[in-house]
């Protein structure tokens, strides 16, 4: 229990330390090679960076909303992207995933956890919007309910609708819950 009380201080505490900070520039390979850098979406109103799992059944149950997010902010200039720091997922398994699920998002893969730890993601599902500049708007959770049925915060469409009115955040940090990602250390 203090384990995991220390775990969500330091997420928590990890949302504070970014927020408003410049994300680093970075390539990673989706499942088919083909390179992936974060300023190249440097055009776009928002960034979503998405830290996913094609074996976690908390990431699994948001397969769906992560696809309708992509539907409803994707032509209004929001990028999405799946990372999968996992490393007992092979590139064959992300792959299926991906295709399975239909995923109208690039899924790359951060083989060594470099992305995941600088960024600080602990689980899957777990959420970084950047602005155009690559600053750290949001850290969290994409909502508060594994189970579509029992929403009641729609923690990141809140946030996306926020950016492209030109609104404030409505919150910067959120506690994203879900499978821990299995790191390489």
Do not use: W
């Amino acid at each position: 229990m203090k384990r995991i009380l220390f775990l969500f201080f330091i997420s928590i505490l990890y949302g504070f330390l970014f927020a408003g900070e410049t994300i680093e520039d970075f390539t990673l390979e989706d499942f088919n090679g083909t390179s992936y850098k974060l300023s190249n979406y440097n055009d776009n109103e928002a960034i979503v960076l998405l830290f996913i799992s094609s074996q976690c059944p908390v990431s699994n149950a948001y397969n769906d909303r992560m696809n309708k997010l992509y539907t409803s902010f994707h032509s209004k200039g929001v990028a999405f992207i799946g990372i999968n720091s996992n490393r007992t997922e092979t590139t064959k398994q992300i792959k299926q995933h991906a295709v399975e699920k239909d995923f109208m998002f690039p899924v790359l893969i951060d083989r060594n956890n470099l992305i995941a730890d600088r960024l600080g993601a602990t689980v899957t599902p777990e959420v970084f919007v950047l602005n155009s500049k690559r600053e750290l708007l949001y850290h969290g959770r994409i909502d508060d309910s594994k189970n579509p049925d029992n929403i009641t915060s729609h923690d990141l469409e809140d946030v996306l609708l926020a950016i492209i009115t030109g609104k404030q955040v409505p919150t910067a940090t959120t506690k994203a819950f879900g499978c821990s990602i299995n790191k390489v250390n």
